[in-house]
């Protein structure tokens, strides 16, 4: 069974930081591509960077310089280093595993970010 379970969400004033974490089971996230999502109340889901299985990454344009995404294949974990948040980046965080083919293996359960002061 695959499974996603993400964690490190929180409450965080603007300009602070905060590191989530996605740990995999039931598949290796070393030779997929992983990555991190969020959505805004009343907002479809936006892609927020991932890395694929070369190790290349890709991030929305809002986040660049400031979220960084790597991966502990030893763990099986991907990270999502978020620094200088802002009050737009308050969303659910979902972690997300997917496939060569391009089709969605597993997500996890979401995780909350507040920015706010």
């Known amino acids: 069974q695959v499974q996603l379970v993400e964690s490190g969400g929180g409450l965080v004033q603007p300009g602070g930081s905060l590191k989530l974490s996605c740990a995999a089971s039931?598949?290796?996230?070393?030779?997929?591509?992983a990555g991190w999502y969020r959505q805004a109340p009343g907002k479809e889901r936006e892609l927020v960077a991932s890395?694929?299985?070369?190790?290349?990454?890709y991030y929305r344009g809002s986040v660049k310089g400031r979220f960084m995404i790597s991966r502990d294949s030893a763990k099986n974990t991907v990270y999502l280093q978020m620094n200088n948040l802002e009050p737009e980046d308050t969303a659910v965080y979902y972690c997300n595993c997917r496939g060569s083919s391009g089709s969605d293996i597993a997500w996890g359960q979401g995780t909350q970010v507040t920015v706010s002061s």
């Open positions: 039931g598949i290796s996230l070393r030779f997929n591509t």
């Open positions: 890395i694929n299985s070369g190790g290349f990454t």
